[in-house]
């Protein structure tokens, strides 16, 4: 629990110091840091890059030396205490002299787990876990990472444009554009965000993607995935021409004919053999792949039968959708999910969460269904 409203300050400034680090630290945790004594900021810092120093190393070398008996220091995320690629955060906080630890969330993966907690309990420090508003702010920040902890199976935003009577395409499958431009370079932050773009072989083969972030800054591109049954996605597509360069895998059933995998993987492709009796089975058979491939978030683009699947495997996190001013009708127009769906409106999926603002010319509809 937080005891002032003074601390509720500082956690909140560690919060949105760890934003800085997002699309940049995959596969660990955003994080970020503040050192406080009486009241006076001493250091910020935050995780800034994958094997770069933690955000708590950051903020005590922002200190400059200065002795840090008696201080604070805020974190997002509960310090962790394992040997990786930089040492315990938990060793650098004992040796600063800093007798108070404030953490806004935990850290649910096996290795950790409030065992950095525990460490700096039995060596004398004061440590205090928020609740409340602040710490589901935190936990938000990390939510692939906090998923693939539980369930080793990466976080899924699905995003889909569609007009005001929910279409997404005409009934000839024509879709380019519904969202208007400024809405479509927002969906290129987002893939920059995440470390996967997801699209079914219908896409692939409609509109020969390269399924890049093109936008400026970006320091890592998503790994492509598309779901493709049997084989289909041609070696002369854009995304086996770059598959040496940008990482490419391919979802494909055991109906796929071998002659097509051997192909793909000899062009460098990640050919994914997903099990199951169904398409959500197979949906999550594949992102249980994934995940062993420290796939911790990936963005949904598929078209309505892919995210149908997706849907009927209750594998769908968040829904981001794009609402155009245009009216298409028609009988056989696409919705934006198909699949199986549910039979009462009682077994619907209800989102926790509900945000709307404009984008460009769109509205912005932003649902939250499941939170980690």
């Known amino acids: 629990m937080l005891r002032t409203q003074t601390d509720h300050a500082f956690l909140a400034r560690a919060v949105e110091l760890a934003r800085r680090g997002v699309g940049r630290v995959h596969p660990n ?15 910020e810092g935050w995780h800034d890059d994958f094997g770069g120093p933690h955000a708590e ?66 060596e004398g420090v004061e440590v205090d876990v ?30 889909s444009a569609m007009t005001l009577d929910g279409k997404v395409a005409t009934a000839t499958g024509d879709s380019k554009w519904i969202s208007s431009e400024g809405s479509r370079a927002l969906a290129h932050q987002w893939r920059a965000a995440l470390d996967a773009v997801v699209v079914g072989i219908g896409t692939a083969l409609a509109d020969d993607p390269q399924l890049t972030a093109r936008i ?35 979802v494909v059933s055991r109906a796929a004919p071998r002659q097509a995998t051997d192909a793909l993987e000899m062009a460098g492709v990640d050919v994914i053999v997903a099990t199951g ?54 009988r056989a127009a696409r919705d934006p999910l198909e699949g199986e769906g549910v039979e009462r409106i009682s077994e619907a999926l209800r989102a926790l969460t509900l945000d709307c603002e404009r984008s460009g010319e769109d509205v912005l509809i932003k649902a939250r269904l499941k939170e980690w």
Request: one cysteine or more; aromatic letters at 4%.
């Open 29 to 43: 945790p955003v994080v970020g840091a503040v050192v406080v004594r009486d009241g006076d900021v001493l250091g």
């Open 216 to 250: 400026d800054g970006v320091t890592r591109q998503p790994r492509r995935v598309v779901f493709d049954s049997t084989a289909r996605l041609p070696t002369s597509s854009k995304l086996v021409a770059d598959a040496s360069e940008l990482p490419l895998s391919v």
């Open 57 to 122: 190393v950051q903020a005590i070398a922002d200190c400059n030396g200065q002795d840090l008996a008696g201080a604070t220091i805020y974190v997002s995320l509960e310090p962790c205490c394992h040997q990786g690629k930089t040492p315990p955060c938990t060793d650098a906080i004992l040796a600063a002299g800093i007798t108070r630890v404030v953490v806004a969330s935990d850290d649910p993966t096996e290795k950790a787990a409030g065992r950095g907690l525990g460490i700096l309990r039995d």
């Open 277 to 330: 009796e169904n398409e959500p089975a197979r949906v999550r058979s594949a992102l249980t792949q994934l995940g062993e491939r420290d796939i911790h978030a990936l963005l949904l683009e598929g078209g309505p039968h892919l995210a149908g699947a997706f849907f009927d495997a209750g594998e769908i996190d968040e829904v981001r959708l794009f609402l155009a001013p245009l009216l298409l009708g028609g």
């Open 130 to 159: 928020a609740d409340g508003e602040l710490a589901a702010r935190a936990r938000l920040l990390n939510q692939g990472f906090r998923k693939h902890a539980r369930t080793g199976r990466p976080w899924v935003l699905f995003k």
